[in-house]
């Protein structure tokens, strides 16, 4: 059956524009590699799958984020979470961005950063919030 859109969502450290992304060859072209074609090849799938694109977001997010990201420079993420809170509203869902001094790329996934708890913490900080909501 259909998938029902989250209420929340936790990135690590994530491409949140593709189409800058592509231009500026982050990750060593990874936008490139993934998508497989330029954003005037495929304008489209660029717009639908560029967190950028839908701001602001339907629902909570937690970006998590290390300075010293060499694949995803954090001047992307900071553009993000402004473009997110210069159109969020009162109803708006929350924004938050978790920056770390010491986390790599690719240690933003790993099980044994010692960003987790923080995520865990906000995970359940948001799980009860939506469940006095829904219960209100």
């Known amino acids: 059956g259909p998938v029902a859109p989250a ?5 690590l450290a994530p491409v ?20 497989g074609a330029a954003p005037d090849a495929l304008p489209d799938t660029y717009a639908s799958a560029s967190p950028l694109a839908h701001v602001p977001p339907r629902a909570s997010v937690l970006t998590v984020h290390g300075t010293d990201d060499t694949r995803v420079p954090m001047t992307h993420t900071h553009a993000y979470v402004a473009a997110c809170r210069s159109v969020a ?3 708006s869902p929350d924004i938050t961005l978790l920056e770390l001094p010491h986390l790599p790329h690719l240690d933003a996934i790993s099980p044994t950063a010692p960003h987790w708890p923080a995520v865990h913490d906000w995970l359940d900080d948001w799980s009860a919030l939506d469940r006095q909501g829904r219960s209100a």
């Open 16 to 35: 949140t524009d593709l189409i800058r992304g592509y231009h500026e060859s982050i990750g060593d072209g990874a936008v490139a590699e993934f998508l």
């Open 89 to 91: 509203g009162p109803t």
């Open 7 to 11: 209420d929340a969502r936790a990135r």
